[in-house]
Nanobody, 118 residues
């Protein structure tokens, strides 16, 4: 299994930027099995939704609401996944979760709060 820990959430003004980090740990064999890394978010009273995914071949996919503003990336050497968020809007306010998918497991982090407000 893989364990995920998110960090980087904060209160930021509209138009600002944040970078979220997700640290992956566990047996090296487990991390190697992950074929997709993702960021999801859940706002109060709403369902969890996909923000961005990165497939093992470095193919990326974004929700239409964040395309052009958010970028997902990975540092294999450090077992880290990042979400760079620019031009933040109040509607981006949510708890952001990191996600790892393998053929035999799906793992979630505990989440990090992002609040966009003036």
């Amino acid at each position: 299994q893989v364990q995920l820990v998110e960090s980087g959430g904060a209160l930021v003004q509209p138009g600002g930027s944040l970078r979220l980090s997700c640290a992956a740990s566990g047996a090296s064999g487990s991390i190697f099995k992950v074929y997709a890394w993702g960021w999801y978010r859940q706002a109060p009273g709403k369902q969890r939704e996909l923000v961005a995914t990165l497939i093992s071949a470095d193919a990326t996919n974004y929700a239409s609401s964040v395309k052009g503003r958010f970028t997902i990336s990975r540092d294999n050497a450090k077992n880290m996944v990042y979400l760079q968020m620019n031009s933040l809007k109040p509607e981006d306010t949510a708890v952001y979760y990191c996600n790892a998918r393998a053929s035999t497991f799906i793992t979630w982090g505990q989440g990090t709060q992002v609040t966009v407000s003036s």
